[in-house]
């Protein structure tokens, strides 16, 4: 997933001026900036053709699909790419945006507020950076995600209840950070999830009673704080197929209708 547009401006380009961004695909100034900014110039991820007496640039942007029909960009999958820095606000100016993949880099800093305006995201991978601060409420407007995945950043703090508006979500992974409190019980109400891991994180508390779970396969809960019984409700979720809930303080008996 790759595109060509050109950039243009007089003569050398000054530190910090704005991008002028015209081709194939519109509304990629963040992107431009983020690729070629972040990585220091050219490089085999953005690749840049420069034309002999002329002020246009033809830049060559790696992981970046745009929609045949409008032009505007659709996915942007940048991961394992070393970039660094902040994740820009102005991704936040991509309203058509169905995928966003940034896994594997070295982003740092909290996530801009500005995403929340991508209304039409399924696809939500930021793991294995170095994001910090809380899980931010604005998840819950994403209504249309399918797929969340925050594993392996330095985030803190409680997970956010309105996580559970997400009424479509299938795979939720804020596994291996520092999160703790307790787990909202409206995660536990989103029947379209398939896989929830929240492991390796400092959650307490009971779980949540669970009646809503239909579709869950996999539910990864291992080293945590959790405590009190393994609920009787568990047995509700009728197609589960990996429990993992090791390293915990949980007492009593495993419900016996677990798994009938």
Request: glycine share 10%.
């Amino acid at each position: 997933m790759s595109v060509w547009l050109g950039v243009y401006w007089c003569g050398q380009r000054p530190v910090g001026a704005r991008w002028s961004v015209s081709g194939v695909c519109e509304g990629t100034e963040g992107v431009v900036s983020m690729q070629y900014g972040m990585l220091g110039g050219v490089s085999d991820r953005v690749r840049v053709l420069k034309v002999p007496g002329s002020v246009r640039v033809w830049v060559f942007l790696v992981g970046v699909s745009c929609a045949a029909k409008h032009r505007r960009v659709r996915a942007l999958h940048l991961s394992n790419m070393d970039l660094t820095g902040t994740i820009p606000p102005h991704l936040g100016n991509l309203s058509f945006l169905v995928s966003l993949n940034l896994n594997y880099n070295n982003f740092h800093g909290r996530l801009p507020r500005e995403l929340g305006q991508l209304s039409r995201l399924k696809l939500i991978e930021l793991s294995s950076n170095f994001l910090s601060g809380e899980i931010p409420s604005w998840f819950g407007r994403l209504n249309k995600v399918l797929y969340l995945s925050l594993e392996n950043n330095n985030l803190t703090g409680e997970i956010s209840w309105e996580i559970g508006n997400l009424l479509s979500l299938e795979i939720l992974d804020a596994s291996h950070m520092r999160l703790n409190g307790l787990i909202p019980h409206t995660i536990f109400n989103i029947s379209s999830l398939k896989v929830i891991d929240l492991a390796n994180n400092s959650l307490s508390g009971k779980l949540p009673y669970m009646s809503s779970l239909s579709n869950l396969e996999e539910l990864y809960l291992w080293s945590n704080n959790l405590s009190g019984k393994i609920p009787d409700s568990i047995s509700n979720v009728s197609k589960l197929i990996i429990l993992d809930l090791q390293d915990n303080s949980f007492f009593g008996l495993i419900p016996n209708t677990l798994g009938i």
